[in-house]
């Protein structure tokens, strides 16, 4: 180990000579690149990525910002500020150079004369070649290949419809020439432009007199070797569904195979929907999600000025202005589940300031956010960035649902309805999520052990009789208790079938008798999206059966006069029924006016009932018992096995015997803390856990099979996070031991970059003790890092 020792700081010795050599041989050599940021400007345009001031002699420059690695999750962190370059309605791009990213910006309008700043600061990268575009602004810029394309934009005094050419590495500017014969867009600002599938495409925008929503592409060489004379052409995409009305000051991204644009400037038209574009059949559609209910996040505001770029299955939306408010959030929109959410920042974060006509890059997995507008007239120079999530989705709500679906495990039985329906169900989660339904199942648990006193124990589900309820509500009520979401039809033009709102009033009785106030404000919302005048006169009269007045007001606001009439007969009818329907209305406001602000303001999800029900109540419920060494751990065979395939399959195939089953982490038994960490992401999702207990965890995935990779991934990213060169031999070494090749690899590579601090530090101790082979695979780790 001694000898090992000497190895490892020898080695350190040489390759820090080497470095200082490279790094002497790199400052004598010292060119434009050698700066973090860089721009390259000329009087009339930008070389790079350039902000181009209208207003300064050098305003058409390009700028290049060389951007570092992010670390935690969601944190906000200030790159850098610059006085001398505050910007807005610029465009950034990220280009890799010899293996480093680059960010490039052009024009804007706010300028001042270019200049060149040391390490960390923008540069001009000034053009060996060509004529750059004039300076511009609110114009697009791509990259594609080794080249920045540039498109229209506003000069001061004109549109423009010009394509400019900018070579990374020659840093050669060449006009686009375009087939005089062939048609081509109108001059245009505001728009947006993007590459796919070998083609520069551009849409919407502004020119001069008009919003526009055409959509248009050209060719892109995939080698830019060629001619500069080159005549190339446009060609206007075909456009069909239900396609977005003219805009200017939006944004857009591709994912998938898809276009999405989000919200914008339409003047009356102006709305926050997203479209997406399939490019195979050319149709546009808006996406949404109608034909499920359930309390998600509302899609931002509609908004223009903002930036929208992907990562992984998210779409992310930052910043903006809606009506008088400058807006700072970051939204994620996520593709499968097809929900909307607020980012929050993690803590420490310094948050931008809202902003608008900024720019937005993404770099490996961040986001970095430049310039913009912060007030009326006031620039920024403000680079910030985010280090971005995209973690496989949460399948807790699918696993639950899928459990309900194939009626494993099942210990209750609901007899519903006159004809007393069989539906099966599980006493877990009904006792986390209805205070009826747990005093139900207690009454029924009751009678059934005073039934069998001083017999034998009768066997097979539990037994609950709800004579007076209607078999499909309660089968939509069950799915709301296993998923937090409704889908009473199939396709979303069925919501508003008079069928359907009859069932959801049915529903929202039921949700009233069994105390779910977050159902109860779900079907209100439903319904009143609902009434148009097709369903206006039944929804009324049903209503007025049932007592239900959160849809009446909104009712008479379709109502015509013929259907007024309609309605007060119909009342007056109803009123003289011995049913009493009307006279018991009265009562029924009181009690739903209530508990409407309980409703909108106090309303548990599923995760949180869930985790409620973990901490608190569900011992009561149990129906197995986890041994972790001397520990016993009550739990649920249904919530386990819907989550993981291992007690999946050891509760279909291997029943317990007086159920108790051993656990552990494949070969090792962990903390019960450690445990209890991975019960609550079992039960409620839940990932936040101490970095003592991730990799532990981490090793577990596998062994319980999950749905997917997400916690894995989560404990891998925040392992990385937290090592550091202090502690990263204790976790190598725990890697080894449970065989976690993955941290193990990292840890290698950190304690390779940071030899010397460990073998001179405290650290040393620890390296004395590891065992020969991991010493060997230290040393291999530091000889390839040199």
Not at 72 to 94: C, I, Q
Not at 137 to 164: P, Q, R
Not at 757 to 777: C, F, K, M, N, Y
Request: net charge neutral; proline share 5%; glycine share 6%.
């Amino acid at each position: 180990t001694v000898g090992l020792k000497k190895l490892l700081i020898r080695n350190f010795q040489l390759r820090n000579q080497s470095q200082a050599s490279a790094s002497a041989a790199a400052a004598a050599a010292a060119a434009p690149h050698a700066s973090r940021y860089v721009a390259d400007p000329t009087g009339a345009a930008a070389a790079a990525a350039s902000v181009l001031s209208l207003s300064s002699a050098g305003g058409s420059a390009a700028h290049r910002f060389e951007g570092d690695p992010a670390d935690t999750v969601h944190y906000w962190s200030l790159v850098g500020s610059w006085e001398d370059f505050k910007r807005s309605k610029h465009t950034m791009v990220a280009h890799i150079e010899a293996g480093r990213y680059f960010l490039y910006a052009f024009g804007g309008d706010n300028g001042r004369a270019t200049y060149d700043i040391e390490a960390r600061t923008w540069t001009q990268v000034l053009p060996v070649n060509g004529t750059p575009p004039a300076p511009r602004y609110t114009h697009s810029a791509v990259v594609a290949d080794d080249s920045m394309l540039i498109f229209g934009g506003y000069t001061g005094e004109e549109n423009k419809n010009d394509l400019f050419e900018y070579r990374f590495g020659s840093r050669y500017w060449a006009e686009w020439k375009f087939d005089a014969k062939s048609a081509k867009p109108v001059p245009r600002t505001a728009h947006c432009a993007f590459v796919y599938n070998g083609r520069m495409w551009i849409y919407a925008g502004y020119d001069g007199n008009r919003r526009l929503n055409d959509l248009w592409n050209t060719p892109v060489p995939s080698s830019y070797g060629a001619s500069p004379m080159a005549v190339h052409f446009w060609e206007e995409a075909q456009q069909m569904g239900a396609q977005p009305p003219p805009l200017c000051n939006f944004s857009l991204t591709v994912c998938r195979d898809t276009l999405f644009v989000f919200s914008g400037e339409s003047g009356s038209k102006s709305s926050n929907k997203l479209y997406q574009y399939d490019f195979s059949s050319s149709h546009w559609s808006v996406i949404n999600r109608d034909n499920v209910l359930g309390c998600v996040a509302p899609a931002p505001e509609k908004v223009f000025g903002h930036s929208m770029l992907s990562y992984g299955r998210h779409l992310f939306v930052f910043g903006g202005v809606t009506g008088s408010s400058v807006m700072n959030q970051l939204f994620s929109y996520d593709l499968d589940d097809k929900t909307w959410s607020t980012v929050e920042p993690a803590a420490g974060s310094r948050v931008p300031d809202g902003r608008l006509y900024h720019s937005a890059v993404l770099v490996d997995s961040s986001m970095y956010i430049f310039g913009g507008n912060v007030e009326k007239n006031l620039f920024s120079g403000d680079m910030y960035r985010i280090q971005l999530s995209s973690y496989p989705r949460c399948t807790l709500q699918d696993d639950f649902g899928r459990l309900l679906q194939s009626n494993m495990l099942c210990d209750v039985e609901f007899l519903v309805g006159p004809d007393k329906q069989s539906i099966m169900a599980h006493q877990c989660f009904l006792a986390a999520r209805s205070c009826f339904l747990i005093n139900r199942i207690r009454e029924a648990r009751q009678a059934a052990a005073q039934q069998a006193a001083g017999q034998q124990p009768q066997s097979g589900p539990l037994r609950v009789r709800l004579p007076e309820t209607d078999p499909t509500a309660f089968r939509l009520i069950l799915s709301f208790v296993y998923t937090d979401q409704l889908q009473p039809v199939e396709n979303a033009e069925d919501m508003q079938n008079t069928a359907t709102i009859l069932l959801m009033m049915q529903v929202y009785q039921l949700a009233l008798q069994f105390q779910m106030s977050r159902l109860q404000h779900v079907v209100t919302q439903y319904l009143e999206s609902c009434i148009n005048d097709r369903n206006v006169v039944v929804t009324y009269e049903r209503a007025s059966e049932l007592g239900q007045v959160p849809v009446k007001d909104r009712e008479f606001e379709e109502l015509d006069k013929p259907l007024i009439l309609e309605v007060v007969r119909r009342r007056e009818r109803f009123a003289a029924s011995p049913s009493g329907a009307v006279s018991t209305a009265n009562s029924a406001n009181r009690i739903i006016d209530a508990h409407k602000r309980d409703i909108l303001e106090h309303t548990n999800s599923l995760k949180k009932d869930m985790a409620i029900f973990l901490s608190t109540v569900g011992p009561d419920y149990s129906d197995v018992t986890l041994l972790l060494g001397e520990h016993r751990i009550p739990a649920h065979r249904a919530v386990l096995a819907a989550r993981c395939g291992y007690f999946e399959a050891l509760f279909r195939s291997f029943p317990p015997k007086d159920d108790v089953v051993e656990v552990s982490f494949g070969k090792f038994v962990p903390t019960k803390q450690a445990f209890s960490n991975l019960l609550r992401y079992i039960y409620c999702g839940d990932m936040s856990m101490p970095p003592a207990d991730l990799m532990y965890i981490a090793n577990a995935c596998d062994y319980y099979n999950f749905a997917n990779d997400r916690l894995q991934a989560y404990c891998k990213q925040n392992i990385e996070v937290n090592i550091s060169p202090d502690n990263v031999l204790t976790i190598l070494e725990a890697a080894d031991v449970i065989k976690s090749q993955g941290v193990k690899s990292h840890a290698l590579r950190i304690v390779a970059k940071n030899a010397r601090r460990i073998v001179d530090g405290e650290q040393s101790a620890t390296l004395l003790r590891l065992p020969p082979q991991l010493l060997v695979e230290i040393l291999r780790a530091v000889v390839l890092e040199k």
